[in-house]
T-cell receptor, first 113, second 114 residues
């Protein structure tokens, strides 16, 4: 089945710096890659997603890149702010049998003022 | 638009007891998911319904977990009997059609098994 590896597990940056979180996946048939943000004690919320027919997608300070050949995708946050502090999860669709989302283990991002 | 509702928010039980969680998805959403999120890990899919039919339950421990979605709307997840390792947050999510639509999560139920 699908396996999603996420790195790093923790990331600390200064306010205004950029943050990059990387994920790799194993199922070459995967075609949908969402990123979720989960603040402490709250529900995961979708922040951006990308499908396999594009290589990059941007939404204000957030961008996601996808390299299908290497089977990895990354989340880029520019001009980080303290409110970006949260746990970020990447996920990929597994195509084996029924489609389902497989999540990475998460990256705890801390933005220091 | 109302979000995904779950209850209870917190539950503490002794091992070998039973517990049930309830989920009300966003109105009109065909697909409903139950995830288990153990502390420090990403959500893991337990079961996925399309309307009132099961699409995937391959990771549901069927000897102790059961779930149903009556009339294709609300859903309940039950654990009987509970084990210590079932301590986790149980998240319900829904999406308009299928897995590649945005999944909207509920607030979760935090279960502690003593």
């Amino acid at each position: 089945g699908e396996n999603v590896e996420q790195h790093p597990s923790t990331l600390s940056v200064q306010e205004g710096d950029s943050a990059v979180i990387k994920c790799t996946y194993s199922d070459s048939a995967s075609n949908y890659f969402p990123w979720y943000k989960q603040e402490l004690g709250k529900r995961p919320q979708l922040i951006i997603d990308i499908r396999s027919n594009v290589g990059e997608k941007k939404d204000q300070r957030i961008a996601v890149t996808l390299n299908k050949t290497a089977k990895h995708f990354s989340l880029h946050i520019t001009e980080t702010q303290p409110e970006d502090s949260a746990v970020y999860f990447c996920a990929a669709i597994t195509q084996g049998g029924s489609e389902k989302l497989v999540f990475g283990k998460g990256t705890k991002l801390t933005v220091n003022p | 638009e109302a979000g995904v509702a779950q209850s209870p928010r917190y539950k503490i039980i002794e091992k070998r007891q039973s517990v049930a969680f309830w989920c009300n998805p966003i109105s009109g959403h065909a697909t409903l998911y139950w995830y288990q999120q153990i502390l420090g890990q990403g959500p893991k899919l337990l079961i996925q319904f399309q309307n009132n039919g099961v699409v995937d339950d391959s990771q549901l421990p069927k000897d102790r977990f059961s779930a149903e979605r009556l009339k294709g709307v609300d859903s309940t997840l039950k654990i009987q009997p509970a084990k210590l390792e079932d301590s986790a947050v149980y998240l319900c999510a829904s999406s308009p059609r299928g897995t590649t639509d945005t999944q909207y999560f509920g607030p979760g139920t935090r279960l502690t098994v003593l």
